[in-house]
């Protein structure tokens, strides 16, 4: 009997998708529950079982004896708009999620890298913040809590879905950002915020350090954007780098930002979008890291970013790349080989700035891992953590590479 | 004991390490010897969480409190576990920045303490709790060696083991080195305080001004019983002595003009909500003594009755006007003064009870209505706590919003950071309900310390 007939025998052929294009079995649980099945069996059987969502973000091409895609768990259970907040599964994309959200007039601040269909289970797991950042934080503090699926088919929950819980760890951050290593998450409990009432953009064309000022002089002037990013040539498709400021919130704030921005400008001429050429901007950008082979992330002090900026171009070239100088996070794409990535992250390390990779091809990430090697001591914790949630090592994940 | 009187234990040993080299002195003896220990802060906490127990050491931390760094360009600081929360805020204060979490206690209350709650405070419905203002920590476990986790930017370095420790209760370890994020100061604050005839209508317009997208830095309720106790107190506020309820609202920001339109539209919204009067505080002296009453709320009610209990639970927003009638009914039902001072626009509720604890009669009465309070929380949507955390005050609530596998899940990561459950035994997790995970994995559960003690002395 193959998986493919015992996998058919557990969760019928409903559940069967097209195989990958690498001939792995695609399985596609229609529920929690099956998620928990399929683990369950998957850690008797001892199969090797990788972890999909849409599949527009990791390449399917971990080396696996099936793949679990959470595709068909695209429910969105409850949307409380007088709470602020929804519970989604994990499956459902981002670009429905948003629609339904809005028809409430609720909104989730975050806007991470990747095609307008990518999952949230996806974005959670890999802790992908976009621009928004800025204004409204890391993904981890729009979660309320997660429902997770260990690797050998445990369902735990953790938090709940009220605005503040301290009741037991918070394995909801252990979840976020983890990638897949500590189970498959299957629901999510989310912290909403109203539809902002104003939401506007403008745009700012310069040389990097001239655009770097005038963010650092938005700061000081007091204003409070939403999103202040710095955007190279190459992914803005512009001649020069430019600096993306997003205002969003009441009617009273954003104009009183507006007022402030001229004055912040350096001398130069902010330009403001229309409301469908912002949104081109802003999901262009995204887009963006979804498109070139390599996708990693970088966050040091805000004081070190233009200098990390340099290094980036010099190690790996002027590629694409976006910046929060004021968040100190730096997202780079492109083509980089194994042993480029690994030498940047050993400079990096000497700065005391992790690197992590979001996005490659499985021979680049299987050696580079998305973490890389953990500092002193902190190894045993990740290992002791990892058996605790996946005992017989089920999820492939490249966490620490080769 | 700590905040919460219903709890008091006599540990075998207290010490006070007085530098972080003797602190991992102590812990590396203690785990030679295999002895069970309590880190504790100020001891401000309310869920008995830094009690120790016969055979345990207390290891008190109020002596390492130092402020080692503050980064006024990046906009971070790095402490030691013993500094008192608003001693920080006055040390970021002169660089234009503030630590913003704010728990009522901060005058007291240590960072140290904080992280391991994850504390909260009024203006945390703006600037989040603790979790959202941890960068970094180094970590002293159980062992006795020393971890570094997260980083200054902000990236976790591999999984975020930063969030997994922030509110763990010490059952981690001891952090022995943070390092917080500093917020820029707001530029311009208004305080407004509304009173109302009726615990519904406040509810009501806090949900309306939260609806507009207006985010307060705080949104606060007090009942009249509240308001009575404070006013009777030397915190008197000038609160309204025969509102049902008042709202005190701040707005801040950097940007005047916005913080100007922002609080017209709020003054408006309450006045349509159904307030008697809003008052806006005409000078920084006015908006601290307002504020004064709220955080000193709990003081205030201690002269009401000998011993308070502070509860702690979370409900959606929305369940606020059912949830509080609930209490009334079960505070009656009970014969009980049940004041509430809370935390509105999280829906942070703290039902406080005044009563008598050498009475056992009125101890028990309490207690179950204590329980009762707790199970109508979670029959809303909500948790049993929010910021207090379970200590062993809640642990007997830990089964009815987690099931057992949640459970030990939670009880394995702990045997992560410390396999002999020698830091904080018997805390945040009742090991009883989890005992088929840990057995499935081989673990071995319990020192005598590990099983959930008994309820309160």
């Avoid at chain 1, 492109?334 to 996005?359: H, M």
């Avoid at chain 2, 295999?34 to 401000?44: I, L």
């Avoid at chain 2, 050491?57 to 600081?77: C, E, F, Q």
Wanted: charged share 20%; glycine share 12%; hydrophobic share 45%.
């Amino acid at each position: 009997m193959t998986i493919l007939d015992k996998v058919t025998a557990l969760l019928g052929e409903g559940a069967v998708l097209e195989p990958s294009p690498d001939r792995v079995p695609r399985i596609a649980p229609g529920s929690p529950d099956a998620v928990a099945l399929l683990l369950g069996t998957a850690h008797q059987e001892g199969w090797r079982v990788r972890i999909e969502g849409a599949g527009t973000w990791l390449p399917s091409d971990a080396p696996a004896d099936l793949a679990l895609t959470t595709r068909r768990l695209d429910r969105i259970p409850a949307i409380e708009p007088s709470d602020l907040t929804a519970t989604a599964e994990a499956g459902i994309g981002l670009d429905q999620l948003r629609q339904q959200l809005a028809d409430h007039g609720a909104w989730l601040a975050i806007d991470p890298p990747g095609l307008a269909g990518r999952t949230l289970g996806s974005v959670v797991a890999t802790g992908s913040a976009g621009p928004l950042r800025h204004g409204f934080g890391p993904i981890k503090d729009h979660l309320l809590g997660v429902t997770f699926v260990t690797g050998d088919g445990r369902m735990v929950q953790s938090g709940g879905r009220v605005m503040k819980n301290v009741a037991g760890y918070d394995l909801t951050r252990l979840q976020a950002g983890g990638f897949g290593a500590f189970g498959v998450i299957v629901l999510v409990h989310l912290r909403l915020r109203t539809l902002p009432r104003a939401d506007v953009t403008y745009l700012l064309e310069g040389a990097r350090e001239d655009l770097t000022q005038v963010g650092e002089d938005i700061a000081a002037a007091g204003l409070t954007p939403a999103a202040l990013e710095l955007v190279s040539p190459a992914l803005a498709r512009r001649d020069r780098w430019v600096l993306g400021v997003r205002l969003a919130g009441s009617p009273a704030l954003v104009a009183a930002d507006e007022a402030g921005l001229g004055a912040a400008s350096g001398g130069g001429r902010f330009t403001p979008l229309r409301a469908e050429e912002a949104h081109a901007f802003w999901m262009r950008l995204a887009e963006g890291f979804a498109i070139r082979p390599v996708t990693f992330r970088i966050a040091g002090v805000p004081t070190a970013s233009d200098e990390l900026l340099d290094l980036l171009q010099h190690q790996l070239g002027d590629e694409w790349i976006s910046a929060s100088p004021a968040a100190g996070a730096i997202r780079w794409t492109g083509d980089a080989t194994i042993d480029r990535l690994q030498r940047l992250r050993r400079t990096l390390a000497g700065l005391e700035v992790p690197l992590t990779l979001e996005r490659a091809p499985w021979p680049v990430r299987g050696a580079v891992g998305h973490f890389g090697a953990y500092r002193e001591g902190v190894g045993p914790l990740v290992a002791g953590l990892r058996r605790t949630f996946d005992p017989g090592g089920a999820i492939v994940v490249a966490t620490e590479g080769s | 004991m700590d905040g919460l009187p219903t709890h008091r234990r006599i540990p075998d040993l207290v010490v006070l390490p007085g530098t972080r080299e003797e602190l991992v002195a102590v812990v590396r003896l203690l785990a030679a010897l295999g002895v069970p220990f309590v880190p504790r802060g100020a001891g401000t906490g309310l869920s008995g969480g830094a009690l120790a127990d016969e055979g345990s050491t207390l290891v008190v931390l109020t002596r390492l409190n130092r402020i080692l760094r503050i980064d006024k360009d990046n906009r971070y600081a790095v402490v030691e576990p013993g500094v008192v929360n608003a001693k920080l805020g006055a040390a970021a204060r002169p660089h234009g920045l503030q630590y913003a979490p704010d728990p009522s206690s901060q005058s007291a209350c240590t960072i140290g303490g904080n992280v391991a709650e994850n504390a909260g405070g009024p203006h945390c419905l703006k600037y989040g709790v603790t979790a959202n203002h941890i960068l970094a920590l180094e970590v002293l476990l159980a062992d006795g060696s020393l971890v570094d986790i997260g980083s200054p930017g902000g990236e976790p370095w591999g999984p975020d083991l930063v969030g997994l420790f922030v509110g763990s209760e010490g059952n981690f370890g001891i952090a022995t080195r943070i390092t917080v994020r500093l917020t820029p100061l707001p530029r311009a604050v208004r305080t407004l305080l509304a009173d109302f005839s009726a615990l519904k209508t406040a509810g009501e317009a806090v949900s309306a001004i939260i609806a507009a997208g207006i985010v307060p830095a705080a949104l606060e309720m007090m009942d009249q019983s509240c308001i009575r106790a404070v006013e009777d107190s030397v915190y008197a506020a000038g609160y309204p002595r025969d509102a049902a309820a008042v709202l005190l609202v701040e707005i801040d920001g950097r940007n005047t003009d916005a913080v100007v339109a922002e609080t017209d539209v709020v003054v408006e919204l309450l006045h349509k909500s159904g307030a008697r009067s809003v008052r806006s505080a005409a000078s920084e002296a006015e908006r601290e003594r307002l504020w004064q009453g709220r955080k000193k709320a709990f003081g205030a009610m201690g002269r009401l009755s000998r011993d308070l209990v502070v509860q702690d639970a979370v409900v959606p927003r929305s369940a606020l006007p059912h949830v509080l009638e609930t209490i009334s009914t079960i505070a009656s039902h009970y014969g009980l003064v049940v004041s509430n001072v809370f935390h509105a626009g999280d829906g942070n509720l703290h039902p406080n009870i005044s009563f008598d604890a050498t009475d056992p009669e009125l101890k028990r009465r309490v207690e179950a209505a204590s329980a009762e309070i707790m199970q109508t929380c979670i029959a809303a949507g909500g948790t049993i706590t929010g910021e207090h955390g379970v200590g062993i005050d809640k642990l007997r609530y830990m089964p009815l919003i987690f099931d057992a596998e949640s459970l030990g899940a939670m009880h394995a990561v702990r045997l992560v950071f410390d396999p002999d459950e020698r830091v904080n035994p018997g805390k945040v997790v009742p090991v009883h309900a989890c005992r088929e995970w840990t057995h499935a994995r081989g673990y071995r559960v319990g020192s005598p310390g590990a099983a959930p003690r008994g309820e309160a002395a």
